[in-house]
Protein backbone atom coordinates (compact mmCIF):
# COMPACT_ATOMS: atom_id res chain seq x y z
CA UNK A 1 0.00 0.00 0.00
CA UNK A 2 2.58 2.53 0.73
CA UNK A 3 4.73 1.66 -1.93
CA UNK A 4 1.32 2.09 -4.25
CA UNK A 5 0.82 5.66 -2.31
CA UNK A 6 4.26 6.68 -3.13
CA UNK A 7 3.93 5.70 -7.05
CA UNK A 8 0.53 7.76 -7.23
CA UNK A 9 2.11 11.28 -5.45
CA UNK A 10 5.01 10.68 -8.48
CA UNK A 11 2.40 10.67 -11.00
CA UNK A 12 0.57 13.39 -9.56
CA UNK A 13 3.96 15.42 -9.28
CA UNK A 14 4.90 14.73 -12.70
CA UNK A 15 1.55 15.48 -14.04
CA UNK A 16 1.50 19.04 -12.26
CA UNK A 17 4.66 19.39 -13.14
CA UNK A 18 3.58 19.37 -16.78
CA UNK A 19 0.52 21.15 -16.53
CA UNK A 20 3.26 24.19 -15.34
CA UNK A 21 5.46 23.97 -18.33
CA UNK A 22 2.45 23.62 -20.33
CA UNK A 23 1.36 27.35 -19.55
CA UNK A 24 2.24 30.07 -21.71
CA UNK A 25 1.72 33.35 -21.11
CA UNK A 26 1.12 35.65 -24.15
CA UNK A 27 3.56 38.59 -23.78
CA UNK A 28 3.10 40.11 -27.20
CA UNK A 29 1.90 43.44 -26.23
CA UNK A 30 4.74 44.59 -24.32
CA UNK A 31 7.72 43.16 -26.35
CA UNK A 32 11.40 43.71 -25.14
CA UNK A 33 14.23 43.24 -27.30
CA UNK A 34 17.75 44.47 -27.65
CA UNK A 35 18.55 47.71 -30.15
CA UNK A 36 14.60 47.49 -30.59
CA UNK A 37 13.72 51.28 -30.89
CA UNK A 38 10.48 53.75 -31.29
CA UNK A 39 10.17 57.62 -32.24
CA UNK A 40 7.35 59.23 -30.61
CA UNK A 41 6.15 62.79 -31.28
CA UNK A 42 4.91 64.44 -28.41
CA UNK A 43 3.08 67.88 -27.22
CA UNK A 44 3.27 69.35 -24.13
CA UNK A 45 0.77 72.12 -22.95
CA UNK A 46 1.43 74.27 -19.50
CA UNK A 47 -1.71 76.62 -18.57
CA UNK A 48 -1.45 78.87 -15.67
CA UNK A 49 -3.90 81.44 -16.45
CA UNK A 50 -3.75 83.65 -13.51
CA UNK A 51 0.06 84.03 -14.16
CA UNK A 52 -0.58 84.70 -17.63
CA UNK A 53 1.04 81.33 -18.59
CA UNK A 54 0.59 79.19 -21.85
CA UNK A 55 3.16 76.97 -22.67
CA UNK A 56 3.44 74.53 -25.36
CA UNK A 57 6.38 72.43 -25.82
CA UNK A 58 6.85 69.67 -29.15
CA UNK A 59 9.45 67.80 -30.20
CA UNK A 60 10.79 64.18 -30.57
CA UNK A 61 10.93 61.62 -28.49
CA UNK A 62 13.06 58.46 -28.99
CA UNK A 63 13.36 55.42 -26.79
CA UNK A 64 15.88 52.32 -27.20
CA UNK A 65 16.55 49.37 -25.53
CA UNK A 66 20.24 49.84 -25.16
CA UNK A 67 20.92 46.19 -23.50
CA UNK A 68 19.93 43.88 -21.44
CA UNK A 69 21.31 42.16 -17.74
CA UNK A 70 20.72 40.05 -15.00
CA UNK A 71 20.37 41.96 -11.61
CA UNK A 72 21.85 40.04 -7.97
CA UNK A 73 18.88 38.14 -8.07
CA UNK A 74 18.74 36.51 -11.40
CA UNK A 75 15.84 38.74 -12.90
CA UNK A 76 16.93 39.90 -16.49
CA UNK A 77 16.82 43.84 -16.97
CA UNK A 78 16.35 45.75 -19.67
CA UNK A 79 18.38 49.00 -20.05
CA UNK A 80 16.12 51.91 -22.36
CA UNK A 81 18.07 54.97 -23.34
CA UNK A 82 15.74 57.78 -23.82
CA UNK A 83 16.56 60.39 -26.33
CA UNK A 84 15.00 64.10 -27.22
CA UNK A 85 15.36 65.93 -30.22
CA UNK A 86 13.51 69.46 -31.11
CA UNK A 87 13.09 68.82 -35.23
CA UNK A 88 14.15 66.32 -37.93
CA UNK A 89 17.94 68.07 -38.76
CA UNK A 90 18.45 68.27 -35.13
CA UNK A 91 20.86 65.36 -33.51
CA UNK A 92 19.19 63.34 -30.49
CA UNK A 93 20.65 64.46 -27.41
CA UNK A 94 20.09 61.23 -24.29
CA UNK A 95 18.19 62.76 -21.67
CA UNK A 96 17.64 59.48 -19.31
CA UNK A 97 17.34 56.22 -18.75
CA UNK A 98 15.01 53.87 -17.52
CA UNK A 99 14.64 50.00 -17.07
CA UNK A 100 12.13 47.93 -17.62
CA UNK A 101 11.45 43.91 -16.64
CA UNK A 102 9.20 40.96 -16.73
CA UNK A 103 8.55 40.07 -12.79
CA UNK A 104 6.29 36.78 -13.02
CA UNK A 105 3.25 37.63 -15.23
CA UNK A 106 3.89 41.32 -14.29
CA UNK A 107 5.71 43.91 -17.01
CA UNK A 108 7.17 46.75 -14.80
CA UNK A 109 9.00 49.80 -15.59
CA UNK A 110 10.98 52.16 -13.96
CA UNK A 111 10.55 55.85 -14.68
CA UNK A 112 12.45 58.57 -12.90
CA UNK A 113 13.49 56.02 -10.54
CA UNK A 114 9.73 54.88 -9.43
CA UNK A 115 8.79 51.54 -10.49
CA UNK A 116 5.22 51.33 -12.49
CA UNK A 117 3.20 47.78 -12.99
CA UNK A 118 2.51 48.63 -16.11
CA UNK A 119 0.93 45.19 -17.44
CA UNK A 120 -0.71 41.74 -16.11
CA UNK A 121 -0.84 39.22 -18.13
CA UNK A 122 -2.54 37.38 -19.54
CA UNK A 123 -4.14 40.56 -20.38
CA UNK A 124 -7.85 40.65 -20.55
CA UNK A 125 -10.73 43.21 -20.57
CA UNK A 126 -11.40 44.63 -17.28
CA UNK A 127 -8.34 43.55 -15.28
CA UNK A 128 -7.27 45.35 -12.34
CA UNK A 129 -4.50 46.17 -10.84
CA UNK A 130 -2.48 48.41 -8.29
CA UNK A 131 -0.13 50.25 -10.50
CA UNK A 132 1.37 51.86 -7.60
CA UNK A 133 2.11 48.28 -5.64
CA UNK A 134 5.88 48.28 -6.25
CA UNK A 135 6.77 51.63 -4.92
CA UNK A 136 5.54 54.21 -2.03
CA UNK A 137 2.56 56.06 -3.82
CA UNK A 138 -0.55 56.20 -3.06
CA UNK A 139 -2.28 52.91 -4.75
CA UNK A 140 -3.71 53.47 -7.86
CA UNK A 141 -5.84 50.98 -10.20
CA UNK A 142 -4.63 50.12 -13.45
CA UNK A 143 -7.21 48.70 -15.60
CA UNK A 144 -7.39 47.37 -19.27
CA UNK A 145 -10.30 49.29 -21.04
CA UNK A 146 -9.97 47.94 -24.35
CA UNK A 147 -7.85 45.06 -25.77
CA UNK A 148 -7.50 43.41 -29.73
CA UNK A 149 -8.95 46.87 -31.13
CA UNK A 150 -7.72 48.01 -34.54
CA UNK A 151 -6.13 51.81 -33.78
CA UNK A 152 -3.59 53.54 -36.22
CA UNK A 153 -2.53 51.03 -38.84
CA UNK A 154 -2.10 48.39 -35.82
CA UNK A 155 -4.32 45.32 -35.92
CA UNK A 156 -4.34 45.06 -31.87
CA UNK A 157 -3.97 47.38 -29.31
CA UNK A 158 -4.97 47.34 -25.82
CA UNK A 159 -5.43 50.74 -23.35
CA UNK A 160 -4.38 51.02 -19.85
CA UNK A 161 -6.21 53.18 -18.13
CA UNK A 162 -4.61 54.33 -15.22
CA UNK A 163 -6.69 57.30 -14.14
CA UNK A 164 -10.30 58.71 -15.03
CA UNK A 165 -12.24 61.08 -12.81
CA UNK A 166 -13.79 64.30 -13.81
CA UNK A 167 -15.80 67.08 -12.34
CA UNK A 168 -16.84 70.26 -13.87
CA UNK A 169 -14.01 72.11 -12.84
CA UNK A 170 -11.46 69.45 -13.10
CA UNK A 171 -10.38 66.26 -15.01
CA UNK A 172 -7.97 63.87 -14.91
CA UNK A 173 -7.30 61.42 -17.40
CA UNK A 174 -3.91 58.78 -17.70
CA UNK A 175 -4.02 56.16 -20.36
CA UNK A 176 -1.47 54.08 -22.07
CA UNK A 177 -2.04 52.30 -25.62
CA UNK A 178 0.22 49.24 -26.09
CA UNK A 179 -0.04 47.43 -29.95
CA UNK A 180 0.63 43.67 -29.95
CA UNK A 181 4.59 43.01 -31.25
CA UNK A 182 5.32 47.04 -30.95
CA UNK A 183 4.79 47.85 -27.37
CA UNK A 184 3.64 51.48 -26.26
CA UNK A 185 1.97 53.08 -28.99
CA UNK A 186 0.07 56.15 -27.75
CA UNK A 187 0.66 58.10 -24.11
CA UNK A 188 -1.76 60.60 -22.85
CA UNK A 189 -2.77 62.39 -19.44
CA UNK A 190 -4.71 65.55 -18.63
CA UNK A 191 -4.07 66.77 -15.85
CA UNK A 192 -6.71 70.02 -15.06
CA UNK A 193 -6.86 71.07 -11.75
CA UNK A 194 -8.79 74.27 -12.15
CA UNK A 195 -11.34 75.09 -15.21
CA UNK A 196 -14.04 78.18 -15.43
CA UNK A 197 -17.64 77.27 -15.23
CA UNK A 198 -18.58 77.66 -19.23
CA UNK A 199 -22.00 76.24 -19.75
CA UNK A 200 -22.12 73.65 -22.54
CA UNK A 201 -17.89 73.91 -23.52
CA UNK A 202 -15.65 71.26 -23.05
CA UNK A 203 -13.28 71.41 -20.21
CA UNK A 204 -9.80 71.05 -21.93
CA UNK A 205 -11.19 74.56 -23.47
CA UNK A 206 -11.92 76.67 -20.31
CA UNK A 207 -8.55 75.48 -18.88
CA UNK A 208 -7.14 77.84 -16.01
CA UNK A 209 -4.57 75.63 -14.89
CA UNK A 210 -3.72 72.47 -16.09
CA UNK A 211 -0.95 70.13 -18.27
CA UNK A 212 -1.94 68.44 -21.25
CA UNK A 213 0.63 65.73 -22.66
CA UNK A 214 0.40 63.50 -25.79
CA UNK A 215 2.87 61.20 -27.39
CA UNK A 216 1.85 58.98 -30.70
CA UNK A 217 4.42 56.86 -32.83
CA UNK A 218 5.46 58.11 -35.74
CA UNK A 219 8.29 55.16 -36.74
Known amino acids: MKKILIVILFLLGCREKENLQSITIDFSYYPMNVNSEIVYAVEYIKIDAPINLYDTQ ?56 IRYVKLLFPAKKGL ?42 DKYLDYERFAKHKGLVE ?25 LYKQIIIE
Do not use: C
Not at 196 to 201: C, W
Open 58 to 113: RYYLKERIESSYYDETGNLIYRIERYKRYDTNSVWQLTDVWFSQFYKNQAHKVEEN
Open 128 to 169: KWNGNAMNTLEPQTFVIDTIDRYWNGFDSTLVVVQQKKETLI
Open 187 to 211: KTYVHISQAAVIPNLPIEQRITRGE
